[in-house]
């Protein structure tokens, strides 16, 4: 069951309309429609802590390997990278859904796929960071200024 599913049959069970939900958890009425029909996912820990408070539930429970995956992702690296992992389990999925692997090989294929796709996502911050060069010649600076003394 996805992330969506789960709300909103919480949702239904405890007799709320996504308007009264929305407005408990401090979001849209459309934001509600959008991680229930599994377009978007919570940003933060704290979001999905303040769903699963208000529904009554752990947050474990709603969280799938893969959403926690990409709300991590989100978290270090914004909308845009939470946006490329999703990419990329959907792909996973669909070859999954396809029968062209069998759902054993789909759970090991994903985690090698997330740890790759940490992997890259780091080294890339590093490689592309506009501060770098920035950072490195203060640190230069402090450096001779302090020996210099």
Known sequence: MTF?????????KRGMDQKEFAKLIQVSTRMISVYENGKSFPRTRADYARIAETLGVSVDYLLTENEEFIM?????????????????????N???TNGEIDEDDLEILTQGIQEIYWKVRQKNREKYDPYKNKRGKDSETDTKTDSES
């Open 4 to 12: 969506g599913e789960k709300i909103k049959l919480e949702r239904t």
């Open 94 to 96: 669909y070859t999954y």
């Open 72 to 92: 991590n992702i989100g978290s270090e690296f914004g909308p845009r990278g939470a946006k490329g992992a999703q990419k990329i389990l959907d792909q996973i």
